[in-house]
């Protein structure tokens, strides 16, 4: 295993036993619920988004879930993401979505840029095993479907 795999198991890891948005937030404000599941293997993810009250921006993502550890760093990678924008324009978020997604769909041939995604880019190499994608997209299909929903 090379160093920047190393590494990048490493995040995973650290991810899901520290995550970041972990616990529903209070449902106050312009907020909207989503529950994904994925039949496969049984991860399960409530995500909730907090939009400001004009609904431009994504103010807040809190979730909780239960799966492996790629489900659950994936959640907490884009929680700790929308968090480091403090308040990231709603046209942004959905960029971030549509870039993991053909990214994750890719089978290896397009990386997550860091300077964009920051630590969800650990999850680059996951695109290679089919069968794990459907774990790393579990939160962002929740984010995508409860940001539409708000």
Known sequence: MSGLESLYQ???LDHS???????????????????????????????????????????????DGAGCSISQASASMLAALIEEEERMPRAEA???????????????????????????AALSGVSKFTARVKCAMLAWVAFEDA???A
């Open 10 to 12: 490493e995040l995973i």
């Open 17 to 63: 036993k520290r995550p970041h948005g972990k616990g529903l937030g209070a449902e106050e404000g312009r907020v909207a619920t989503s529950y994904q599941r994925n039949p496969i293997c049984g991860d399960e993810i409530t995500l909730r988004v907090r939009l400001s009250d004009d609904g431009t921006t994504v103010d807040e993502v809190t979730w």
């Open 94 to 120: 959905s960029a971030l979505v549509e870039g993991f997604r053909e990214a994750l769909r890719s089978r290896g041939e397009i990386p997550l840029d860091e300077e964009v995604f920051g630590d969800a």
């Open 147 to 149: 940001t539409a929903r």
